[in-house]
């Protein structure tokens, strides 16, 4: 079950290993977007006919590894 803005919101300001942990066991599917120097990260698409589920974008501050954005999406 998805968590709501509000619930992912608390994530914000943590560290992305300890934020991809936690919703990964929630059953999401986290892709981390890294800015700053070095940025990194990719988003795919969904493809039609691809089993549901729940992903997580979590953006990333390269510089400490603190999240300062999450969202989330059923695909």
């Known amino acids: 079950m998805p968590l709501s803005d509000s619930e992912l919101q608390k994530?914000?300001?943590?560290?992305?290993n300890?934020?991809?942990?936690?919703?990964?066991?929630?059953?999401?599917?986290?892709?981390a977007v890294r800015t700053g120097p070095f940025a990194t990260?990719?988003?795919p698409g969904?493809?039609?006919g691809e089993s549901k589920g729940i992903r997580a974008i979590v953006t990333y501050n390269g510089i400490d590894d603190r999240?300062?954005?999450i969202q989330q999406r059923l695909y």
Do not use: A
């Open 11 to 16: 994530y914000v300001g943590q560290y992305i």
């Open 18 to 31: 300890y934020v991809r942990n936690e919703l990964e066991s929630l059953g999401y599917t986290v892709h």
């Open 41 to 43: 990260g990719f988003v």
């Open 46 to 48: 969904s493809i039609p």
């Open 67 to 69: 999240v300062t954005r």
